[in-house]
């Protein structure tokens, strides 16, 4: 099998009347900035100043969102991945992401024969034609064209020790390398990234742990159930572990019984998983047996003081019985269920000041039974939704039950898509997750 590093071609040929990519345009990367902005285009001047936000970055979610947005567009590039390595494997980050229906794996092994893992090994750069790219030898061509895309170029991401930890690919709609100004500008973003990345990575060790755990509680969209449509937005806080507090679960019960589910653990990131689980868990087992979400947040809350965890949660559930459309939810601390029917919005507030699940025993959590009429919708979110340093929670909530004061019969989906936007407007970034259920307008 090829092994990659002979995949490599010399360096690019230069276009007539460009600088020679190669060790002299290497040697061009120890500019003086300030004389270079003076004789640049506008639009690399730009690349260059956006490239003091990698300086000041605090975490590896900020540096990734540089790489796969900002930068990008600046460069109108086409897409951008960014993966990041744990020595073994890297970790695949896209934007944009692949359709569903294309076979693009976030996880490649670091020795595999792919270019982006090539580059990786190698610290060597790669500029390669959507043709050069279909002539590769075996049956898998690994890499995905976003619309539009005719070349990739390829770069290593080093850290300050000169070692590799990954690589960057940008996507262009000329199948030639770019300008040498563009080559210098998006080499020094690259080499001060690898630095960013270096600096930020406290987190690193948790992905090795994250991978394995999401194979148990990874967040897929609900499979179909008998009697309802839903829509599920969900985003961790930490893009690079991808993993975090919020959870989510619709299943079938007996009978026409549907459960919808949405909880919150303190904390976000790998660290708040475990007890994710373990509370996702918990929820359905009791729920096999009691028919009341009351008792089964009463039980779960007994079980955890029984078993003390060190974290806490808020958790919304709700039983809907889809023939007769009635429902009965509980909450535990957690921000309030919307319900949207033909006549308008309500907001569900649940009697008594409910603790969340974990920070005392002998609590009683207190069930509200409503009906839903065939159409209505139920909106379950959690506080990454609604709240931040820009906006409080009751104005989130209010901001939310706008959205569904609308049209309730309007695709699912997309009102969930226009609803989660609001997630980008709160003054920062927490894990965020909204589920809606429509009750079928049929019933038996």
Known sequence: MNDGDSMLHPPWPAPAGAVPFGADDHARSGFDLAHLLGRLPPGLRTVYRASESLVRSTSRDEVLDLLLRTFPRLLRATQSTVALGDGVRLHMHRVPDPAPHVDAPRLVPLDAAHPVAAVARTGREWFLTVEEHDELPGETKPLVAAPGTRAWWMLPLVDDGGRPVGAWTLGFRAPRPPAAETRAAVREVTRMAGHALDRTGATQPYLDFVEAFRAGTSFEHPGAVPGIESAVRHRPAHEAADLGGDWYDVFALHGDLVVLAVGDVQGHGPEAAPMMSRLRTLLRAYAVDYRDPGMVLTRVNDFLDRFPTPVHATCLLAYLDTGTGEVVAASAGHPPLMVAAAHGVEVLEHPGDTLPLGVAGGQ?????????????????????????????????????????????????????????????????????????????????
């Open 364 to 444: 009683r959590y207190v069930s509200t039974r409503f009906a839903l009429a065939p159409g209505g919708i139920l909106a379950l979110s959690t506080d990454g939704l609604l709240e931040g340093p820009d906006i409080d929670l009751d104005a989130g909530i209010a901001r939310l039950a706008r959205d569904l004061s609308g049209d309730v019969s309007v695709p699912l989906d997309d009102l969930a898509g226009a609803m989660f936007t609001h997630a980008d407007h709160t003054g920062h970034r927490d894990d965020a997750t909204l589920l809606l259920a429509r009750r079928d307008r049929i019933t038996s």
